[in-house]
């Protein structure tokens, strides 16, 4: 597996990720030009590539390279979950972002289960005011 930064992700690439990851259900998948705007706001872009060459992960954060990196989005393609990609992932965007941020997620529910078994505490005190006019 080949995992680099890669800041000029086509949105193309995303959206095919998104779909054969379990995150298409929660993103605006009818919208290009949103998930291209997601793809252009983010300070980190994080990629996960098979020897092919055809990306199978991906992990997006927007981050202050101080204090907190929000980490945004965790696809991995649903044949290749289990292989320690989003692990992998998920560091690479932490050392990148600096490893004295705090890194925040907000877990899709199929994968509640998952940030605790690599490490992750769960935090009770998260609070959101919804999209609107979407």
Same mark, same amino acid.
């Given at each position: 597996?080949?995992?680099?930064?890669?800041?000029?992700?086509?949105?193309?690439?995303?959206?095919?990720?998104?779909?054969?990851?379990?995150?298409?259900?929660?993103r605006?998948?009818?919208?290009?030009?949103?998930?291209?705007?997601?793809?252009?706001?983010?300070? #980190? &872009?994080?990629?996960?590539?098979?020897? /092919?060459?055809? %990306?199978?992960? *991906? !992990?997006?954060?927007?981050?202050?390279?101080? =204090?907190?990196?929000?980490?945004?989005?965790?696809?991995?393609?649903?044949?290749?979950?289990?292989?320690?990609?989003?692990?992998?992932?998920?560091? #690479? &965007?932490?050392?990148?972002?600096?490893? /004295?941020?705090? %890194?925040?997620? *907000? !877990?899709?529910?199929?994968?509640q289960?998952? =940030?605790?078994h690599?490490?992750?505490?769960?935090?009770?005190?998260?609070?959101?005011?919804?999209?609107?006019?979407?």
């Open positions: 597996m080949n995992y680099a930064i890669e800041p000029d992700l086509q949105t193309a690439e995303f959206i095919d990720i998104l779909r054969r990851s379990t995150l298409a259900e929660r605006p998948m009818d919208d290009a030009d949103h998930l291209a705007q997601m793809l252009s706001g983010a300070d #980190l &872009i994080a990629t996960a590539r098979d020897e /092919n060459g055809k %990306l199978v992960g *991906l !992990a997006r954060a927007i981050t202050d390279f101080a =204090y907190c990196t929000y980490l945004s989005d965790l696809a991995v393609d649903v044949a290749s979950q289990g292989l320690g990609i989003g692990r992998q992932l998920i560091q #690479l &965007i932490h050392q990148k972002a600096g490893l /004295n941020t705090r %890194l925040i997620l *907000l !877990a899709a529910p199929a994968a289960s998952y =940030y605790p690599i490490g992750m505490e769960k935090h009770e005190s998260c609070w959101m005011i919804p999209p609107q006019g979407l």
